[in-house]
């Protein structure tokens, strides 16, 4: 018996046609989506596969606790600073811009940037850093926020069966490392789940290891975390008394602006004018040098700033203490535990029968935010937090 045509079935159809009329030949097509397991079901839906991926991920509770992670200032009571929940927004509208002029996919654009920080720690990057030396000396390899975000869509979320999201999303997710600097990026060839899943291992091993994103989409995303932190970091530590806007260096000035708003825009202005038509993303060699010295500054005069580095010690002996008593829980099997009534509990046998309790713990610690992590210690215990970080010389 021929199956009847439904009105969504024309639709969809109808919007396939539209992608392949307006999207560039460089672009990945909605119809290209592919998942580690198959869905039948999907047959029915009238979204596309990355239309769906985006649901998948704002409806993870992983997003919801973006709310509550650090992008750079941590323990400051301040409503105006960034924290992760508008950085990963601030990404998504930059990148779809980009993605837009240059005829991709942005569905695809906009699941890579909201997904993209969902496996960042608390207290960013520097617990990043502290969790990854602790993982280490674990013996399950350096921990990465990146391959962490893809842990957590993939195996930990829907009580460690994952999202089923399609490859193009997690690449773009693994590859969007924005702390390396490209002046220009092209996509490699098209990869397969396996080839996912020994570029995790291999990352794990050696972070230093460059990854580059299957696609166009994915490159976009890259240049867009960049775009969308460089200033904005400026403007909070302005806003804390960290630097002055005179600060800035001049020829980054001249070349890209003083404000977040004239960084924003130069940068993409740039990237549109010199990848449009292109098999590539890429700046021009005069404002990726600008972009280049305004990254060291951020670390000389933000980032390595004693400033914010004042609750550093504390919060490094408050990870490797929970690390060490959720690992001790679980051995000694202490239901009682919050790790047995958060976390573990809920766990399907796939996701228990697949991962050590070094790496139970992990994920655990993983997806705190930074206020949950702090309530698992007394109040004599937590670190003070400071409503200023004005440097007294300025």
Not at 95 to 122: S, V
Not at 148 to 165: A, I, T, Y
Not at 187 to 198: N, T, V
Not at 233 to 259: K, N, Q
Request: aromatic share 8%; glycine share 6%.
């Amino acid at each position: 018996m021929t199956r009847k045509i439904s009105n969504i079935d024309k639709m969809r159809k109808t919007l396939d046609e539209i992608e392949s009329n307006r999207f560039s030949a460089r672009s990945t097509p909605s119809a290209k989506g592919l998942r580690r397991h198959a869905e039948p079901q999907l047959a029915s839906d009238y979204r596309s596969s990355f239309s769906l991926d985006v649901d998948r991920i704002l409806h993870s509770r992983a997003y919801a606790r973006y709310i509550d992670k650090t992008q750079v200032f941590y323990l400051i009571q301040n409503d105006h600073i960034t924290h992760r929940v508008l950085h990963v927004q601030l990404v998504s509208k930059i990148a779809r811009t980009i993605g837009r002029f240059l005829g991709l996919n942005e569905d695809l654009i906009e699941a890579i940037a909201l997904g993209h920080d969902i496996g960042h720690t608390p207290f960013g990057h520097d617990g990043e850093r502290i969790l990854s030396e602790i993982c280490y000396a674990n013996h399950i390899g350096h921990f990465l926020h990146n391959i962490q975000s893809v842990q957590f869509l993939d195996k930990v979320e829907r009580s460690g069966l994952g999202w089923n999201l399609c490859i193009q999303t997690l690449d773009g997710i693994l590859c969007h490392d924005g702390e390396i600097h490209n002046q220009k990026l092209e996509p490699s060839d098209s990869k397969s789940f396996d080839i996912l899943d020994i570029e995790i291992t291999n990352k794990k091993k050696k972070p230093a290891k460059p990854l580059t994103p299957m696609t166009l989409e994915g490159c976009v995303v890259r240049m867009a975390d960049t775009i969308s932190y460089i200033g904005r970091d400026i403007e909070d530590a302005i806003r804390l008394g960290i630097i002055d806007r005179s600060d800035i260096p001049d020829d980054c000035i001249e070349h890209l602006g003083d404000t977040n708003g004239s960084i924003v825009y130069n940068l993409v202005t740039d990237i549109i004018e010199n990848s449009f038509d292109r098999p590539y993303i890429a700046f021009s060699r005069q404002i990726s040098d600008a972009l280049i010295r305004l990254k060291q500054f951020n670390l000389d005069h933000i980032y390595l700033n004693p400033l914010i580095k004042k609750s550093y010690a504390d919060i490094r002996a408050l990870f490797n203490r929970l690390f060490e008593r959720y690992l001790l829980d679980i051995r000694d099997g202490n239901q009682e535990s919050v790790i047995f009534s958060a976390f573990l509990n809920s766990k399907s046998d796939a996701y228990m029968r697949a991962h050590v309790p070094e790496e139970f713990v992990r994920d655990f610690i993983a997806g705190m935010t930074d206020r949950f992590f702090l309530r698992q210690f007394p109040p004599q215990m937590r670190p003070k937090l400071q409503t200023t970080l004005a440097n007294p010389g300025k």
